[in-house]
């Protein structure tokens, strides 16, 4: 079983910057592809960010050019760095792992942007 532990969320003004990580409990890390999707209440669950195992990177219209995803495969661990934020991208923040037929997903953090 593979366990996704995010980390970084909290409470930040509009304008401020935020990165998460997510450490993966697995040493294929480096074989999995990563992404991070949000929900806000009464929202469904979107894609945000993604890097595949070769590092290409796709991302939600809303936040290109203010998000950035990279991925440590040394340290298993994936990270979203979140600059410019708005109110709107207040949210839980939900890290996702692929590999094959297999999908995990993290606890969530809370990302709060006040105006």
């Known amino acids: 079983q593979v366990q996704l532990v995010e980390s970084g969320g909290g409470l930040v003004q509009a304008g401020g910057s935020l990165r998460l990580s997510c450490a993966a409990s697995?040493?294929?890390?480096?074989?999995?592809?990563m992404g991070w999707y949000r929900q806000a209440p009464g929202k469904q669950r979107d894609l945000v960010a993604a890097i595949a195992t070769g590092g290409s990177t796709r991302f939600a219209e809303s936040v290109k050019g203010r998000f950035t995803i990279s991925r440590d495969n040394a340290k298993n661990t994936v990270y979203l760095q979140m600059n410019s934020l708005r109110p709107e991208d207040t949210a839980v923040y939900y890290c996702n792992l692929m590999m094959g037929p297999y999908t995990y997903w993290g606890q969530g953090t809370q990302v709060t942007v006040s105006s």
């Open positions: 697995m040493n294929i890390f480096s074989f999995a592809n």
